[in-house]
């Protein structure tokens, strides 16, 4: 059996990306995978790996990728024969665990969390740690924690973004192999970067017109619903700066969310993002709305289901 290396990185925003490059920088034969939460992106995952073991034997790494309580089981299962054959699994992430899922992954995986900082650090620290790692590592972070420290950092998370709407995991890739040579901006992204922010502005205007406030056990909450083409920081921004609400949510029209408190609150969103199935930071979280509201064409419907699951789930934290 040939002994190969596997990255499985998230594929969404800036330091799921960048995760990539700095492993990619390590070993540079690496064969790389983009992942999404939710159990269609879980069971893809699984069975990639199913695939990649039947005739090879190597290493596998997870990164900037948090763990659901729903989709937990299917990833064991599969950690367990992919230990017993042989293969190596390290898991890096820096979102919030429940204790017991760290001690089950653990078990059959080299797990490393910190959630002081992102994963793309993390990664640095233990696959790479040259100058262009510790730059790449420095713009995740940048972008992650919202510190605005780089120009380059907003344009990244554009073309992203852009790449995520064409749902094209080749171009993250290429992007990804790039970044991992230390092309941080080229010819081509910039073209496709024009593209998009044509695109850009018209979503970021239909969000703005769209945003519902409701008042939640003393929290002023907000959703707007936005098109894919947007960025969930972006629209987070936008419903932010409209609404000053306390809880800004932002739903994408695939159904996934994502929830974040404004600065100086101690709400707990990845307590909030447990109601959507989901996970994350205590800061900012995500999840996803369950398939039979995704179908219901009203997107009254969708709005009104967020904010029962959020007074459902800040019931719950208060009473804790």
Known sequence: MKSMNYIFSHRKDCDGIMSAAIYLRSIKNANTYLINYGEEEISRMINIMKEIS????????????????????????????????????????????????????????????????????????????????????????????????????????????????????????????????????????????ETYIIEKKKAAAELASNIITKNIKSYKVAIGIASEVLASSDALDIIDEKTRADISIVVHMKGTLTIKRRNGTNIL??????????????????????????????????????????????TKIQQQ
């Open 54 to 193: 039947k005739n090879d034997i190597g290493n596998i790494v997870i990164s900037d990728f948090g763990i659901n309580r729903s989709t937990s089981y299917m990833i064991i299962e599969e950690f367990k024969e992919l230990k017993q054959k042989g293969w190596s699994i390290t898991w890096i992430d820096h979102h919030q665990w429940p204790e017991d899922l760290k001690n089950e992954i653990s078990k059959y995986a080299n797990l490393i969390i910190d959630t002081s900082k992102c994963a793309s650090e993390i990664m640095n620290a233990t696959f790479c740690n040259d100058e262009i790692c510790k730059e790449l590592a420095s713009i995740a972070r940048d972008s992650d924690f919202h510190l605005n420290l780089y120009i380059i950092t907003e344009l990244i998370k554009d073309i992203i973004a852009y790449y995520n709407y064409l749902k094209n995991d080749d171009l993250l890739i290429q992007l990804a192999h790039k970044f991992s040579q230390g092309i941080l901006w080229d010819s081509i992204t910039q073209k496709d970067w």
């Open 269 to 314: 969103c990845n307590k909030i993002a447990e109601f959507f199935d989901g996970g994350g930071h205590q800061f900012i979280a995500g999840g996803k709305l369950p398939s039979n509201i995704i179908s219901k064409s009203d997107k009254n419907e969708w709005i009104q289901y967020i904010f029962t699951k959020v007074e459902e789930a800040l």
